[in-house]
């Protein structure tokens, strides 16, 4: 089966799956640990009093998406609060009913525009790959794919509401994936503010330098200079500069202050004859959770694993287990873990080696195999095959908000992505195969804690092949974490903050 | 014990233990002659039902999730989804009626059987067994409407 079973499964097996996992949660949690005789007190004269301990609360922000989103269009234009004539200059854009961006690539073959128009609270963008059209009001946002001449409506993620607002689709058309980031707009940080006055021949202006540190983009820092001239309070130019490998880059976008901006997705050169695809949590978001659903509840046939553990590609094994499941219940017994250390020890020094040309896992299974096991009370975790192909999603959860993907711009080609947003667990981007029995190949967690600069993480199935009676179970998984969304795990330890872990899983069907 | 059953229901340690507390200042404060038949099984009624009732006074509050020891091979994600369902399932004990969330707890918090729960409680086992079908008919409804995407 692909959930949890308990230990005493008799009771709570008769509940429907996520609660029958909550119950099983409950009773695996540690009891507190209280000293009983500080709680009997030895003459009882007082009425109960509840202790002053003071009690924290979590609080799940109500702020609405589209409050959100209003907040960072105007932050990411105009970070500051300044009380100088920065100000004023603000004050002037945020008074505009459109702004354009306009920017050329260096070789002049590509062209993007950018549209924001604070007051309609409407967000555009032309480039070649296509055209974004967002409307915060109506919490939609479009995108259109001219490769495949597609229109995709969706609900505007909060990684779509920061790439757009932070003009990374400007970035984007000129395919700078260097600089594609999927973070929280909270991880751009201003960290530096000045300005000085220029002038070349009659033309005089102020360049109002803004520096940058933002989580999402490699290099880290870099600049914006807005230059207004001399009498104006609109800026006419935005420079961006940053640092690579001792080189320093820039780009330059014209600014202007048109009256008219678009008025759909269709002003932006999309053709009318363009396939729409709505995703918004509708009807594919629907079949897609219940489909999903199904194929996680689905029983795998009785199966017996030994399930193998590496960071550094099998010279070594940092755990081993072995996983049976009958069908109803799942047993679970860990490596004795002295032993196993034992057996790495003696591999290291050379006292054990391998028979060359010994197929190693093969060889690590039958050595561990020699070793004692014991048995484990969670019957939860990595180590059970189909628990990780079909993850849990974290529903019900009244705090979830989940959009559906279904071309996105990071992770496996070929998949849906389903984006799970929530206050108290954190965010979560799952890769769905279709093909494959809509099974997870990669999923992403970031904390409700994470901060800027945290790495993300993240599980990739790499491997997988069907049951005798078809259903699929991973064969090889890769557990760590990544710097930015959609990127590989890295197989050297010590470059991640964790060491990627990989698990074999070599199933015997009964 | 009666630390752990008021855990199971709360969430929270700090809370367990000021209900623990109660239990204990409320047997002790009791008459001599209660006649409690086995009292392993009261004083766990006893943390359910003080529980229960505190748990319903916070209900607008989110707590912190449990500090559980990460269990092997467990990843963050699956930490984070496990606390928050069973948050969710706290949650969702605390908006039953009494009888209904009291019966759910010692069946499967407690572990109790349908007749002790019956002869705790003071009740039928056919009651105890209607209350259980439902809770388990509002967990049904709820998952379905979660899958429906409500």
């Keep these: 089966m692909s959930m949890p079973l308990p230990t005493n499964s008799a009771s709570h097996d008769e509940l429907p799956h996520p609660y029958r996992i909550a119950v099983q949660t409950i009773l695996d949690e540690p009891t507190p640990d209280v000293d009983l005789a500080r709680l009997v007190p030895a003459h009882v004269t007082c009425k109960v009093v509840p202790s002053s301990r003071r009690r924290f609360f979590t609080h799940v922000c109500g702020m609405s998406l589209a409050g959100a989103a209003a907040v960072l269009l105007v932050a990411s234009l105009f970070t500051l609060r300044p009380p100088d004539a920065w100000a004023q200059v603000v004050k002037s854009v945020r008074k505009q009913a459109w702004v354009r961006m306009h920017a050329t690539s260096p070789d002049k073959s590509a062209q993007a525009e950018v549209w924001l128009s604070p007051a309609k609270r409407i967000g555009a963008s032309r480039y070649p790959g296509g055209a974004f059209f967002l409307e915060l009001d109506q919490h939609k946002l479009q995108r259109y794919d001219r490769t495949a001449n597609t229109i995709y409506i969706a609900e505007p993620g909060q990684t779509e509401l920061d790439n757009f607002i932070a003009l990374d689709a400007v970035l984007d058309a000129f395919a700078n994936r260097q600089e594609q980031g999927q973070s929280k707009a909270k991880d751009v940080k201003l960290v530096g503010q000045s300005s000085m006055k220029g002038g070349e021949g009659n033309d005089r202006w102020t360049d109002y330098v803004l520096d940058y540190e933002d989580a ?20 006419t130019t935005m420079t961006e500069e ?21 008025v759909d997705l269709y002003a932006l050169d999309v053709p009318k004859d363009a396939k729409v695809v709505d995703t918004r949590s509708g009807e594919e978001l629907k079949t897609l959770l219940a489909t999903y659903a199904k194929e996680q509840a689905a029983a795998l046939e009785p199966y017996s694993a030994t399930v193998l553990v590496t960071v550094d590609d099998f010279k070594y094994l940092t755990d081993a287990y072995q996983v049976r499941c009958d069908g109803k219940s799942i047993s679970v017994e860990a490596v004795d873990g002295e032993r196993l250390s034992d057996l790495n020890s003696r591999i290291a020094s050379g006292d054990v080696r391998k028979p060359e040309g010994a197929d190693p896992i093969q060889w690590w299974k039958e050595e561990v195999g020699k070793l004692g096991f014991r048995a484990l009370e969670s019957r939860s975790g990595t180590y059970i095959p189909n628990q990780v192909n079909y993850p849990l999603l974290g529903l019900p959860n009244d705090n979830a908000r989940a959009t559906l993907n279904p071309k996105p711009f990071v992770g496996p080609g070929e998949c849906q992505m389903l984006t799970i947003d929530d206050a108290s667990i954190g965010d979560r981007r799952f890769w769905l195969d279709a093909a494959r029995g809509s099974m997870v190949v990669r999923w992403e967690y970031e904390s409700p804690e994470r901060k800027p600069g945290d790495w993300i993480e993240t599980t990739i199935v790499d491997t997988a092949e069907k049951s005798p009676k078809g259903h699929w179970y991973p064969t090889q998984v890769r557990r760590g974490q990544v710097e930015r969304s959609g990127e590989d795990l890295r197989p050297v330890a010590g470059v991640a903050p ?12 009964e | 014990m009666v630390v752990q059953a008021a855990f199971r229901v709360l969430g929270n340690a700090a809370d367990a233990e000021e209900v623990a507390q109660e239990v204990f200042l409320e047997v002790i404060s009791q008459s001599a002659s209660t006649n409690v038949r086995n009292w392993g099984a009261y004083l766990r009624k006893l943390a ?12 607008v509050e989110v707590p912190l999730p449990v500090d559980g020891l990460p269990s092997a091979a467990l990843s963050p994600h699956d930490e984070a989804v496990r606390r928050e369902l069973a948050e969710h399932l706290r949650s969702l004990i605390a908006s039953l009626p009494d009888r209904e969330a009291a019966v759910f707890a010692l069946r ?12 705790l409680l003071q009740i039928s086992t056919g009651a105890v067994a209607a209350a259980l079908h439902k809770v388990r008919s509002k967990l049904e409804a709820a998952v379905f409407q979660a899958s429906l995407g409500e």
């Design chain 2, 48 to 59: 359910v039902f003080r529980s229960l009732d505190r748990n319903r006074q916070r209900r």
């Design chain 2, 108 to 119: 499967y918090f407690e572990q109790m059987s349908n007749v002790d729960i019956a002869d």
């Design chain 1, 216 to 235: 999402r983009r490699f290099p880290l820092k870099f600049r914006r200079v807005f230059r207004v001239p001399e009498a104006a309070e609109l800026p």
């Design chain 1, 242 to 262: 940053w640092s690579m490998d001792g080189k320093t880059a820039s780009r330059s976008f014209r600014m202007d202050y048109p009256t008219t901006g678009p």
């Design chain 1, 498 to 509: 964790v060491p990627t872990q990989v698990f074999r899983y070599l199933i015997e069907f």
